[in-house]
């Protein structure tokens, strides 16, 4: 059963710290981009991060820059947002997703979806 599972959202405060965990199973294919994306209530869905598995390259969104971070355990299948210096205009939905496809990329289309995880930055 293919599934990517997000986990780690919650309430914080702005300038506080979350950690989005999101874990890989069940795909039988090799897939070669993994992405965070978020989508705030009325608004688009944006693209957060893009990473390359081939290279190793992350591309961030210039929202985020300076802020998140991408980070990997091989072992455990899993990939790791780490988001400092939270904002209220952080507050959304983010979803990870994986894509076959080489290349980062954030308007072609994904393979596998996760489910979602709220993030709400609040005082």
């Known amino acids: 059963h293919e599934q990517l599972v997000e986990s780690g959202g919650g309430l914080v405060q702005p300038g506080g710290s979350l950690r989005l965990s999101c874990t890989v199973s069940g795909f039988t294919s090799d897939f070669h981009v993994i992405s965070w994306f978020r989508q705030a209530p009325g608004k688009e869905r944006e693209g957060v991060t893009c990473?390359?598995?081939?290279?190793?390259?992350?591309y961030y969104a210039d929202s985020v820059k300076g802020r998140f971070t991408i980070s990997s355990d091989n072992d455990k299948n899993t990939v790791y947002l780490e988001m400092n210096s939270l904002k209220p205009e952080d507050t959304a939905v983010y979803y990870c997703a994986i894509m076959v496809h080489f290349g980062c990329s954030w308007v072609l289309e994904y393979d596998l979806w996760g489910q979602g995880t709220q993030v709400t930055v609040s005082a």
């Open positions: 990473t390359s598995r081939s290279d190793g390259t992350t």
